[in-house]
């Protein structure tokens, strides 16, 4: 049995001799294809491979204007539970999250443009295939080779 739990993944290139600073490795060397891109590859507590990104060549966040209707309606149903509010008097509420949305300091869920999430999910998807984890919360069980929470991405350019 390879798993203890149900809930085992394994990635496709994960190889149980690789330590984590050979991941690492591997890791700068893939992200370096993405021209105009900077990343940060770290090992943090020797068990966590953290991703930041440093430089992109396109702005990275969504401008309100540029929401599609899903993105739209969880920004406008966080600001409305954030304020404690009731209505729904979707023209009015735009009008109040426009400006606030677009600075970067806020607590809006924040979207990625397309061109740099294409290049995000080729990053996360390339480094959860070194993953294994054998994970189970209701059984406090978890076997990892080592965690990864996705890359950071600031609002850099």
């Known amino acids: 049995m390879e798993f203890y739990t149900d809930n085992g993944f394994k990635g496709i290139n994960y190889n149980g001799d690789l330590s984590l600073k050979e991941i690492a490795v591997i890791v700068r060397n893939f992200v370096k294809q993405f021209t105009g891109f900077k990343f ?9 491979l953290q991703i930041k990104t440093t430089q992109t060549p396109h702005r990275p966040l969504k401008t309100f204007n540029e929401l599609n209707n899903e993105e739209r309606e969880k920004t406008i149903r966080k600001y409305l539970i954030e304020n404690r509010i009731d209505a729904w008097h979707t023209e009015k509420i735009i009008e109040a999250i426009k400006p606030v949305y677009d600075s970067i300091n806020n607590y809006f869920p924040k979207f990625l443009t397309d061109e740099v999430k294409e290049v995000i999910d080729k990053i996360d998807n390339f480094v959860r295939s070194y993953i294994f984890e054998d994970i189970d919360g209701m059984i406090d069980y978890a076997n990892v080779n080592f965690w990864y929470f996705g890359v950071s991405v600031k609002e850099v350019i």
């Open 40 to 48: 940060s590859v770290t090992i943090k507590d020797n068990r966590t």
